[in-house]
């Protein structure tokens, strides 16, 4: 099993990933999130993989941080009906630290915001997943260094700009790229200036 891949980013696109270790180039495909934080070809990289066997097929799956590749396994192997694709595609949408505030909190509406996800979908991802998760912390964004920064911080963030009128997911992307932009020390106020461009 291939748990982590360490070399030069060959080729990227929003959804696939070339890895070049020692002269061997691997396929990975990668949710958005992990596209956001890779740098540019040429650039030393190192991802978090998951390696899926089919009988025809096999297909490994990258991710910035161990909990995001955690969490795509969780939910392809506990979540009925869930697989890889719509996997990728929740991350993609949704920082990991929204994803695991909007199934504790029971936000069906938020998950079913993703698509591939309907209603139904988005329920059983709260019947099966809601006792499983913790909100203590989320990813650093690359870059950064030092303690994770609060979950409350950045979903107080998402949840302002929700009431501002924007939408989920895009709430999501602009706090995620405020992360990277103001750092993990940011309060909620200024995470969403930093969204705003004040």
């Known amino acids: 099993m291939i748990v982590s891949l360490q070399g030069k980013l060959a ?15 691997y396929e ?3 949710p958005v999130t992990t596209a956001e934080r890779l740098g540019q070809v040429g650039s030393d990289v190192f991802l978090h993989t ?10 490994l799956y990258g991710f910035a941080t161990a909990e995001e590749r955690d969490f795509f396994a969780m939910l392809i ?15 993609s949408r949704l920082s990991l630290g929204t994803l695991r505030q909007a199934i504790a909190s029971g936000d069906i509406n938020m998950l079913a915001s993703c698509p591939g996800v309907g209603k139904k979908t988005a329920e059983r991802l709260i019947l099966e997943l809601r006792d499983k998760m913790t909100l203590g912390e989320i ?3 690359a870059g950064t260094s030092g303690k994770p920064i609060a979950a409350s911080a950045a979903n ?6 929700i009431a501002l009128g924007t939408k989920a997911v895009d709430a999501d992307k602009l706090i995620r790229a405020a992360l990277a932009k103001v750092g993990p ?7 969403v200036k930093a969204s705003l461009g004040r």
């Open 28 to 30: 990975v495909q990668i």
């Open 156 to 161: 107080d963030a998402v949840a302002a700009l």
């Open 77 to 91: 192997e506990k979540v009925s009906g869930i697989g890889p694709k719509m996997s990728l595609n929740l991350i």
């Open 11 to 25: 080729a990227c696109t929003v959804l696939r990933a070339v890895v070049v270790c020692g002269g061997v180039g």
């Open 50 to 59: 998951h390696q899926i066997f089919r009988e025809d097929s096999q297909s």
């Open 185 to 191: 020390a940011a309060t909620a106020d200024q995470l």
């Open 139 to 141: 990813a650093l964004p």
